[in-house]
């Protein structure tokens, strides 16, 4: 027999080094019992992250997946502690006051909250209830959403407030299809109203929340279709429902978006502080980059613009465009779509500006939306007298008014801010020229 075949002989060094570790781990220190005491209370509090086959290794039988009821379940533990643990301390989330939480929803939409909050709590100080709001004229309103942006937001809003004072006595409705008659009350909305207002199992999909489903489930549909809108919409409802037994709906709801916002962001999560990273599929299958899936947006098409800034002393022509357009009941410098000023000469006339205005170009504006990018030219001039106006306007503005603003209690859109601060500057000629 060779010496490479030969069995070990009793009582060598390899065996005694055996048993002198295991004689050292029955004398664990204490330190080292609470550090292992604390690392089990870690491995309770977040559902146990299942090894991939690779960890496993090829020899090793797989892992039994835990029944769907049963995960569920962890999540809806996992997600609940952790909220409870580490949740910002936002003004809505202060109020099971449906009106106040509906008007945290509707501002939160495409804006961020850091951004929403002074808006929030200037806009409740106002209005502090829905018959306060339905009793207000359109203009104050948008005056208060001034710089909030998306100011179709703020005029439906007024117009729910006017329907619920009239239809449900100034009170939101707990009924989840009463509340999708409302206008501009979508499912998302309703979600939000019915689970953190009134205690309700009911689902809710916003932008966070499509995110984290999308790979806790490994959704790999894109997310904008028709068939992954089905799936995540399921997934929410089948979770929410699942969790009323241990959560409030209204806490899982908020716990999901709260993990999308902080932890399961769109690039680079911070999966290490997820409190259920050990159910997430994305995560076993180390696709949490790939999803969700989104397909590409299509280029934004560019719109030139002209707008005109007149002044007369202290004051500036502004005109209002008509409700249901663009900045619908907004107000701002007169805008038309040309490319250079002398092409949108005879278009200012229409709308306000007479042909002989000394109007020269001063600067250039880009406001980005959604679906367009504005490209504005800023023309600038000066009068000695403001004009009287004429009897019709052209589409899309309805009404005008000489204004001083520096003092506007009107609701005015940023791109009307961006105009105005632009025709404000100095001449970059003006700064060239010797003294």
């Known amino acids: 027999m060779s010496t490479a075949s030969r069995p070990p002989a009793r009582g060598s060094a390899g065996t005694r080094e055996r048993a002198t570790r295991s004689r050292a781990g029955a004398r664990q220190d204490p330190a080292r019992k609470r550090a292992s005491a604390l690392d089990d209370q870690d491995q309770q509090r977040s559902p146990r992250r299942r090894a991939s086959s690779g960890e496993r290794g090829a020899g090793a039988p797989p892992q039994a997946a835990p029944e769907p009821g049963e995960r569920d379940r962890e999540i809806a533990a996992a997600l609940g502690a952790w909220f409870d643990r580490v949740a910002r301390d936002l003004p809505w989330r202060r109020t099971r006051d ?78 989840v299809s009463a509340l999708l008659a409302l206008p501009g009350v979508g499912a998302y909305t309703a979600g939000a109203i019915a689970s953190i207002a009134y205690d309700q199992p009911v689902p809710l999909v916003d932008g966070n929340v499509a995110r984290v489903l999308s790979r806790i489930d490994g959704i790999d549909d894109d997310i904008r279709s028709a068939s992954g809108t089905r799936k995540l919409w399921s997934a929410a409802e089948r979770l929410v429902r699942g969790a009323a037994d241990s959560v409030h709906p209204g806490r899982f709801n908020q716990a999901l978006m709260e993990l999308g916002a902080t932890v399961c962001t769109p690039r680079n999560p911070r999966c290490d502080a997820c409190p259920v990273d050990g159910v997430c599929v994305a995560r076993a299958t180390g696709k949490e980059a ?146």
């Open 98 to 175: 449906p009106y106040a939480i509906w008007l945290s929803e509707v501002m939160l939409q495409q804006t961020r909250v850091e951004t929403v909050i002074p808006y929030y709590e200037r806009f409740l100080a106002r209005y502090p209830t829905i018959f306060a709001l339905a009793a207000a004229e359109i203009d104050d309103v948008l005056s208060l959403w001034s710089g909030l942006g998306y100011y179709r937001r703020a005029r439906v809003l007024h117009l729910a407030a006017r329907e619920v004072t009239a239809r449900h006595d100034g009170a939101l409705p707990r009924d």
């Open 290 to 435: 790939d999803l969700p899936v989104i397909a590409p947006k299509r280029d934004v098409p560019a719109v030139a613009m002209v707008a005109a800034v007149v002044r007369s002393g202290d004051r500036v022509l502004f005109v209002r465009r008509a409700e249901g357009g663009l900045f619908g009941g907004l107000w701002e410098p007169p805008m038309v779509e040309a490319r250079a000023l002398a092409d949108a000469r005879a278009l200012l006339e229409q709308v306000g500006v007479p042909g002989d205005a000394p109007l020269r170009e001063v600067g250039r504006v880009r406001h980005i939306l959604t679906h367009r990018r504005l490209d504005v030219t800023v023309a600038r001039a000066e009068v000695a007298a403001p004009w009287r106006f004429r009897a019709k306007l052209a589409s899309p503005y309805e009404k005008a008014a000489w204004l001083d603003p520096g003092a506007l209690d009107i609701g005015v859109s940023k791109l009307a801010r961006k105009v105005l601060s632009a025709a404000s500057a100095p001449d970059a000629g003006a700064a060239r020229r010797p003294r």
